[in-house]
C-alpha cells in the first residue's frame, strides 16, 4: 500500500478559528479523504502553534499561566474540526513533550556540527508579528508585513547558518517544477533568492520571551517561534530514526496560505536540508479569502465563523462552497450570496434534484427495486464514457489539488445524467411494453451514474454522499466502496431496494434568503473579548428556564426543524427546533428541558418561534439538556 502524508499550518492558538482556517484544513481533509477511498495509507496532520509572545501575554491579561491559556484556547480548534467532519490522523501542539523532545534533538545537532553559531546581533523587531527586519526590509520604517512600529533592539542570539543553501535551495526549486505549487508562486520565491539568503536569527533572550522551548545548549535563551513549529510536521512521527521508519516523511503536501510560503519554502527547506532530511514533495501556497471585498479582520466585524456558517447552511454547504467558489491558489471573496447562490443551483437544483428524481421514479416504475439494465444504446455508451472521462481526470487533478476543477469536472456528469434522462423520457418509455423494457436500462443508469457521483464527492460532502447511498439501498459505505469501485460500470446490484427519497439540500428561497442576509451581513458589536470569555453580567443576560414538551409535530418541507409547544409555567411557548434528524416528535412529548425563553422571537419557514432548546451535539447526534431530578416548570436555570 502507498502512502500518503498531508499537512495543514498550525494555527496560532489565540486567534478565533475563521473561514480562512477552515479553508486550509478543508482542503487537506477532501484531499486526505479521496486517497483513503484511492487506496492509500493516509496520514493528515493539522494542529496548534503555542508559543511565543502573543500568547504569552494574552495569558498575563487574563492572569493565568501561558499553559494553562494554551490548554484551553486549543480547544476551539478541535472542536471546530469535528463539526466540519475533518478527518485528521493525530492533532499536534507544539507544547507537548512529544513536539518538543524533536525541537531540542534538532537544536543539539545543528549546534553540534556548527550549523548553529552565537552572534551580536542588531535589528529592527516587530512584536505582533515576533519577526526581526533588516532597514532595506521595512517599508516607510513600518513592518513591511502588518505595517505596525518596529523597534531597534540590539542583542546576542544564535544563528542558523540559512545562508550557505541558497542556491542548493535555488537549483532545488528550478529542477523540481511540482516542489513549490502553483507556479506563479514558485516564481514569487524565486525572486525573492535573488536577494543574499542571511542567516536565520532562531533564539529569543529568555528575559525578554520566557514562553518558549529553552535551547537545549544555552538555558538563557529560547527557540524562535517559527523553527519550533515548522518541526511539528515531522515531531508527530517521534525521533529522527522513528521518522525514516514511519513511512511518512517527506510528506507528500505541506498546504500553506500564501503569507506563509517563504517561511515554507526557504526556512523548512534549508532546515530539512541541515538536519539531513528530504524537503516535502510539495509545498502548495492557497490565496486569501476577503469578505465582501474587504480584508477580514476583528476590527471590521467581518470575520466570518465558520461555526455560525455551518450551523446556518449545513457542513457539507460550506466544504463544497469554499473549494468549488475559488480556485485553488488564488484569492478569493467570500459572500453569503454567492454562497446561497451556489447552494441553490449547483446542490439542490442539479444534483439535489438528479437524485430525487431518479429515486422518485425507480419507486413509481419499480417499486424503489433497482432494475436489470437489459439493453445498450448509444445514449447509455455516452454516458458510461462521461463517467469514465471525469473518473479519469479527477484522479489526475488531485495531483495538482485543484479543487475547483475537479468539483466543475464532476459537475459534467452531473449535467450528462440529468440530460441523459430528459433525452430518454422515462415518462414516455413508461407508456409501452417495448418502452418499459428501455426504462429499466435507462432507470439502472441513472442510479449507477449518481453511485459513481457519492464516491467521487464523498472527499468534498461526506455526510450527504452516505446519505445519497443509503438512499440508493448501497449497503457498503463509500469508504468500503472505494475508487476501485468506479473501474466498471455496474457496481450497483439489480434488485436492491431503494430507500425513501430525502432531500440532500433544501433550496434556500429568495424571502428566506432575503432575511439571512439581512441579519448575517448587519454590521455586528461583539461582546467577546480575544479569548471568548464574557464577564457575569453578559451571562446573566441570556433567561434560561425550565420547560415540559406539550406537542411535537415535525416541519413538513424541512429535514432538520420540529415545531413544539413547550410549558414554562406562566405561559406556552410555540418553539422551532433543529432536532428532526435525532428524535421522532412522538419521543419528545413529556420531555423536561432547558429554554432560552428571552430569545427575540424569529420566524423560520414561515413559523414564529419564541425560544430555544438548549441541546449538545454529540457527533452529529443531538442530546437534549436536562435534570437529574424533574423540577418544576418556569424555573430559572443558572
Ligand atoms: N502559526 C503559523 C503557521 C505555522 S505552520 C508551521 C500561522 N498561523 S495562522 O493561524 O496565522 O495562519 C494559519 C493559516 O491560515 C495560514 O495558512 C494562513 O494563510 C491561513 N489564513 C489566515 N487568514 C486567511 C484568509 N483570510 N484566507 C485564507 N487563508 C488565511 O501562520
Redesign the pocket.
Same mark, same amino acid.
Given at each position: 500500500m502507498k502512502n500518503f502524508y498531508i499537512t495543514t499550518? *498550525? $494555527? $496560532?492558538v489565540n @486567534?478565533i478559528p475563521h473561514i #480562512?482556517?477552515a $479553508?486550509?484544513t478543508i482542503a487537506a481533509d477532501v484531499a486526505a479523504r479521496f486517497k483513503r477511498l484511492d487506496g492509500y495509507k493516509v496520514f493528515f496532520l493539522t494542529g496548534t @502553534?503555542e508559543h511565543g509572545q502573543k500568547v504569552q501575554q494574552a495569558a498575563k491579561d487574563l492572569n493565568v499561566t501561558p499553559q494553562q491559556h494554551v490548554d484551553k484556547l486549543h480547544q476551539r480548534f478541535k472542536e471546530l474540526w469535528v463539526k466540519l467532519n475533518i478527518s485528521n490522523s493525530d492533532f499536534i501542539r507544539t507544547t507537548e513533550e512529544r513536539h518538543k523532545r524533536l525541537v531540542c534533538d534538532i537544536l543539539q545537532k545543528l549546534h553540534d556540527k556548527d550549523e548553529i553559531y552565537r552572534d551580536s546581533y542588531e535589528g529592527w523587531y516587530c512584536t505582533p508579528c515576533e519577526r526581526f527586519w533588516t532597514e532595506k526590509d521595512l517599508q516607510e520604517g513600518n513592518c513591511p508585513d502588518c505595517r505596525r512600529k518596529v523597534e531597534k533592539i540590539k542583542e546576542h542570539n544564535y544563528f542558523f547558518r540559512m545562508g550557505k543553501y541558497q542556491d542548493w535551495l535555488i537549483k532545488k526549486i528550478k529542477s523540481d517544477p511540482h516542489f513549490i505549487l502553483p507556479a506563479s508562486r514558485r516564481n514569487e520565491v524565486l525572486g525573492f533568492l535573488e536577494k543574499p539568503l542571511e542567516d536565520l536569527c532562531i533564539s529569543r533572550p529568555k528575559s525578554r520571551l520566557p514562553w518558549g522551548i529553552p535551547l537545549p545548549f544555552d538555558e538563557a535563551y529560547v527557540t524562535y517561534v517559527w523553527f519550533d513549529?515548522?518541526i511539528?510536521y515531522i515531531s508527530i512521527h517521534g525521533s529522527f530514526d522513528d521518522i525514516l521508519a514511519s513511512g511518512f516523511w517527506p510528506a507528500d503536501h505541506n498546504m500553506? #496560505?500564501?503569507? *506563509?510560503l517563504t517561511t515554507h519554502a526557504v526556512y523548512w527547506s534549508t532546515m530539512l536540508k541541515a538536519i539531513g532530511l528530504e524537503p516535502p514533495k510539495n509545498i502548495f501556497a492557497h490565496g =486569501? =479569502?476577503t469578505v465582501n471585498g474587504q480584508k477580514?479582520s476583528k476590527s471590521l466585524h467581518n470575520v466570518v465563523e465558520p461555526n455560525q456558517l455551518a450551523d446556518q447552511f449545513g457542513v457539507d454547504v460550506i466544504r463544497y462552497f469554499l473549494l468549488r467558489e475559488v480556485p485553488f491558489g488564488l484569492d478569493g471573496d467570500f459572500s453569503h450570496k454567492a454562497l446561497i447562490r451556489r447552494l441553490n443551483s449547483d446542490l439542490a437544483n442539479n444534483l439535489g434534484n438528479l437524485l430525487n428524481r431518479t429515486i422518485n421514479m425507480m419507486k413509481k416504475y419499480f417499486n424503489g427495486t433497482i432494475p436489470l439494465s437489459a439493453t445498450t444504446g448509444e445514449e447509455d455508451i455516452a454516458l458510461q464514457n462521461k463517467a469514465q472521462e471525469v473518473i479519469n481526470e479527477v484522479r489526475k487533478l488531485y495531483d495538482e489539488l485543484a479543487f475547483n476543477k475537479i468539483l466543475q469536472k464532476i459537475w459534467e456528469l452531473v449535467d450528462t445524467t440529468n440530460q441523459y434522462i430528459d433525452k430518454t423520457g422515462p415518462w414516455s418509455l413508461a407508456k409501452t411494453d417495448e418502452g418499459k423494457e428501455r426504462l429499466k436500462t435507462v432507470m439502472y443508469n441513472s442510479a449507477e451514474s449518481l453511485r459513481v457521483l457519492g464516491v467521487l464527492l464523498f472527499p468534498f460532502m461526506p455526510k450527504s454522499c452516505e446519505s445519497l447511498m443509503q438512499q440508493l439501498g448501497v449497503e457498503k459505505t463509500i469508504e468500503e466502496q472505494g475508487m476501485t469501485s468506479l473501474d466498471n460500470w455496474g457496481g450497483l446490484t439489480t434488485g436492491t431496494q431503494t430507500q425513501k427519497a430525502k432531500q440532500l439540500f433544501p433550496r434556500i428561497e429568495d424571502k428566506q434568503a432575503a432575511k439571512i442576509l439581512a441579519e448575517l451581513e448587519a454590521p455586528k458589536e461583539t461582546t467577546k473579548d480575544d479569548t471568548g470569555q464574557i464577564t457575569i453580567d453578559e451571562f446573566m443576560k441570556v433567561d434560561l428556564r425550565t420547560g415540559k414538551i406539550l406537542e411535537a409535530e415535525k416541519v413538513k418541507k424541512s429535514k432538520k426543524l420540529v415545531q413544539l409547544k413547550v410549558d414554562i409555567g406562566t405561559e406556552t411557548r410555540q418553539i422551532l427546533a433543529g432536532i428532526a434528524e435525532s428524535f421522532e416528535a412522538e419521543d419528545l412529548i413529556g420531555r423536561t428541558v432547558i429554554i432560552v425563553a428571552n430569545l427575540k422571537p424569529a420566524k423560520l419557514m414561515g413559523i414564529e418561534s419564541q425560544g430555544m432548546l438548549l441541546a449538545a451535539n454529540n457527533d452529529g447526534s443531538l442530546l437534549l439538556a436536562g435534570f437529574d431530578q424533574e423540577p418544576g416548570l418556569g424555573i430559572q436555570v443558572r
Open positions: 499550518p *498550525i $494555527y $496560532y @486567534d #480562512g482556517h $479553508y486550509t @502553534d513549529a515548522l511539528n500553506v #496560505g500564501k503569507d *506563509i =486569501w =479569502w477580514m
